[in-house]
């Protein structure tokens, strides 16, 4: 929750913000624990992937090592919100996610499809610098292990992501 309120006051602070367009930019950075791309087709259209390798080593006793990795890939609709301050868009969107994992306790593979639909903002610093986040309302989830198959509902989560973006027209 503190982040989510950390992300908001930055989108409205006082720092000035110049409006500039958002067509055929290319950005970099990170979301989470991900890399993370951007790029805006047009003004008002983007799409953006990422990737995260990840290891969990188990505590002394406690069981095995884990380790996996993830992609995503999604698309969004941008819309500068000029009327509350230039540099500020909204941003709703939809990402699909691959995760695979494996477990040393098992030996067993793991995979699961996440579809997450999701409604956010971003604040862009002078057309270079922008700090974003999304609220994510709810999850589906399709999940593999052992031959079972688990579908169902998650909860709402939250991201923040940071950017610095190249080109343009």
Same mark, same amino acid.
């Given at each position: 929750m %503190?982040?989510? +309120? +950390?992300?908001?006051? =930055? +989108?409205?602070? #006082? $720092? $000035?913000?110049?409006? *500039?367009?958002?067509?055929?930019?290319? !950005?970099? #950075?990170?979301? $989470?624990? &991900?890399?993370?791309?951007?790029?805006f087709i047009t003004? /008002? =259209? !983007?799409?953006?992937?990422?990737? $995260? +390798? /990840?290891?969990?080593?188990?505590?002394?006793?406690? !069981?095995?090592?884990? &380790? #996996?990795?993830?992609?995503?890939? !999604?698309?969004?609709?941008? %819309?500068? =919100?000029?009327?509350? %301050? *230039?540099g500020v868009f909204f941003q709703s969107g939809l990402t699909t996610a691959y995760d695979w994992g494996k477990s040393d306790a098992y030996a067993q593979e793991y995979h699961e499809w996440v579809l997450n639909p999701y409604v956010g903002g971003e604040m862009v610093y002078k057309g270079r610098f922008g700090v974003d986040f999304k609220v994510i309302p709810f999850q589906y989830i399709r999940y593999v292990e052992r031959g079972n198959c688990f579908t169902g509902w998650g909860s709402m989560a939250a991201s923040m992501g940071a950017h610095i973006y190249f080109g343009g027209s």
């Open positions: %503190k982040r989510m +309120l +950390l992300a908001a006051a =930055l +989108l409205f602070c #006082g $720092s $000035s913000c110049f409006a *500039e367009s958002m067509n055929h930019k290319f !950005g970099l #950075g990170m979301r $989470s624990d &991900s890399a993370d791309v951007r790029y003004d /008002w =259209l !983007g799409v953006h992937a990422g990737t $995260s +390798l /990840w290891y969990q080593s188990a505590d002394k006793g406690q !069981g095995r090592d884990a &380790s #996996g990795y993830s992609a995503m890939f !999604g698309a969004f609709y941008n %819309k500068e =919100l000029k009327d509350i %301050k *230039e």
